[in-house]
T-cell receptor, first 112, second 118 residues
Framework: GENVEQHPSTLSVQEGDSAVIKCTYS??????FPWYKQELGKGPQLIID?????GEKKDQRIAVTLNKTAKHFSLHITETQPEDSAVYFC???????????FGPGTRLSVLP | GAVVSQHPSWVICKSGTSVKIECRSL??????MFWYRQFPKQSLMLMAT?????????EQGVEKDKFLINHASLTLSTLTVTSAHPEDSSFYIC??????????????FGPGTRLTVL
């Protein structure tokens, strides 16, 4: 089955710097890759997603890139702010979102 | 749009009792709902997938008689933890999908329910 790895497990950046979180997946049939932000005690919130027919997607300060050949995708956050501090999860799905396999998560801390 | 609610947000119960958690899609019809379990500082683990009007599909290692799932309508799914024990204490999160092709079955997550079994 699908296996999703995520690095780093923790990441600390200064406010205003960029943050990059990387994920790799094992199943080449995966075709949908969402990123979720989870704040303490809350459910995950979708922040951006990318489909297998697209290499890059951007939404204001957040961007995701996908390399299907290498089977990895990355989340890029620019001009980080303290409110970006949270746990971020990547996920991969082989059937357009019906079944997700989540990465282990990255705890991002943005220091003021 | 696409709001999913869960109730209760936090429940504390005695060992041996059963607890029901509700998951509702508030502004869309959810053809599929998913139930996840999350331990502290860990990732989300899929427990089961339920489609409206049919039996839930459980992931390997999840006891279907322990975690009863009902998806009676397009806006409501319930998870009942039967005869709860302290090891069942966890954060339970549901998600809902409309099944519409144009949004790739995007899953919308609820806020989660924290279960503490004494």
């Amino acid at each position: 089955g699908e296996n999703v790895e995520q690095h780093p497990s923790t990441l600390s950046v200064q406010e205003g710097d960029s943050a990059v979180i990387k994920c790799t997946y094992s199943d080449s049939a995966s075709n949908y890759f969402p990123w979720y932000k989870q704040e303490l005690g809350k459910g995950p919130q979708l922040i951006i997603d990318i489909r297998s027919n697209v290499g890059e997607k951007k939404d204001q300060r957040i961007a995701v890139t996908l390399n299907k050949t290498a089977k990895h995708f990355s989340l890029h956050i620019t001009e980080t702010q303290p409110e970006d501090s949270a746990v971020y999860f990547c996920a991969a799905s082989i059937n357009y979102g019906q079944n997700f396999v989540f990465g282990p998560g990255t705890r991002l801390s943005v220091l003021p | 749009g696409a709001v999913v609610s869960q109730h209760p947000s936090w429940v504390i119960c005695k060992s041996g009792t059963s607890v029901k958690i509700e998951c509702r899609s508030l502004d869309f019809q959810a053809t599929t709902m998913f139930w996840y379990r999350q331990f502290p500082k860990q990732s989300l683990m899929l427990m089961a997938t339920s489609n409206e009007g049919s039996k839930a599909t459980y992931e390997q290692g999840v006891e279907k008689d322990k975690f009863l799932i009902n998806h009676a309508s397009l806006t409501l799914s319930t998870l009942t933890v039967t005869s709860a024990h302290p090891e069942d204490s966890s954060f339970y999160i549901c998600s809902a999908s409309s099944g519409l092709a144009e949004n790739y079955n995007e899953q919308f997550f609820g806020p989660g329910t924290r279960l503490t079994v004494l």
